[in-house]
């Protein structure tokens, strides 16, 4: 009997420890508020390059991700797509807000690219 408690209790004290812990409290999104900004659609990504392409109403708006990760193509967007400078974005695929440097908007989807090309091939990759 002496033997089965030294090795029960160690571990129910072990399996007590164990818990699930959450990563931190998640920030209730005002989906009513995102879905009257501008939509866009993620249309070219790659993984070894911070910059995006998305296409807008008015064209198409070259992204850098800005401390995150870059959405994958196809995700579904909502901000201020159209206007320079970091935005707070809304990934309704992922469904988080996300931070994003937009670098330049209202272009073609070639004019996208190319800028693309370059920026990812000056910063180092």
Excluded: H
Aim: charged residues 20%; proline residues 3%; contains cysteine.
């Amino acid at each position: 009997m002496k033997k089965i408690l030294l090795f029960v209790l160690p571990m129910v004290l072990f399996l007590a420890a164990c818990s699930r812990q959450d990563t931190g409290p998640r920030q209730p999104i005002d989906e009513s508020y995102w879905l009257q900004r501008e939509r866009g659609i993620v249309a070219y990504s790659d993984f070894q390059c911070d910059y995006y392409i998305v296409k807008t109403y008015n064209g198409f708006s070259l992204m850098r991700a800005w401390g995150g990760f870059t959405p994958l193509r196809g995700s579904v967007i909502y901000g201020d797509l159209n206007r320079y400078g970091i935005q707070t974005i809304y990934n309704r695929s992922e469904g988080l807000l996300m931070q994003a440097d937009v670098r330049d908007y209202w272009m073609t989807y070639w004019d996208a690219i190319d800028q693309m090309d370059w920026y990812c091939s000056t910063s180092g990759f």
